[in-house]
């Protein structure tokens, strides 16, 4: 048995380690596509590289194209170093929020900052990264598009308000599960008294009558 515990602690401190080695994952995740006017909102945009350890640098290009446009135009750029707001109509109002403090950018989330409804529209992200091997240089581009719509309030999703439904019932759930335990356990305990009780009278009774027989034979014997 020690055996076992000592293996299972070693696979558990080894799971451990290999969850914190690994906690600078990238994991792709879709943006968010409705955003309240006058509010900031944040463009999700992430490419992540197939193998981390080859080193890489990549610059991110912002594209929009606003409702009933066919064109999109530049709006945005960033290379590691230096943002760029290219388009006058987002001058001001675009902060970067992705990658810091590296070239090999996998994450080009900017802030929108004071949204109005005239920003509804496509939003087109575009990596630009260039693989470093070596005896050579592998040049890739990944695009990713958000479908922005501004709202004049917010708006609760089907799944928040899923959420907090089931929130609430588990709630309920559990203290009615806690009221019929706290029911069950006292009726255990009372019953369990009621027979120590009894078992006690008859104890006493059975020292009584015990008593009794022994004076009665005292009284014969005199």
Known sequence: MNVYIRRLLSLC?????????CS????????????VAGHVFQLGCLSCKMR??????????WHFRARGEADFVHIYSYDGESPNTIHEQFQDRIHWHGSMNTFDLQDATIDLRNVTFNDSG????????????????????????????????????????VSEVMMYVSIIGLQLWLLVEMIYCYRKIA????????ASAAEYLAITSESKDNCAGVQVAE
């Open 24 to 35: 600078g994952a990238c994991a792709e995740v879709d943006s968010d596509t409705e955003a």
């Open 13 to 21: 401190v080894f799971c451990a380690l290999s969850v914190s080695l």
């Open 52 to 61: 981390l350890e080859v080193p890489a640098k990549a610059t991110v290009d």
């Open 122 to 161: 496509v939003y087109l992200c575009i990596f630009n990264r260039v693989l470093t091997y070596e005896h050579y240089e592998f040049s890739t581009t990944a695009t990713k598009e958000v479908h922005l719509t501004v709202v004049p309030t917010a708006r609760r999703g089907t799944a928040s308000i």
């Open 191 to 198: 019953a369990a008294g009621e027979e120590a009780l009894r």
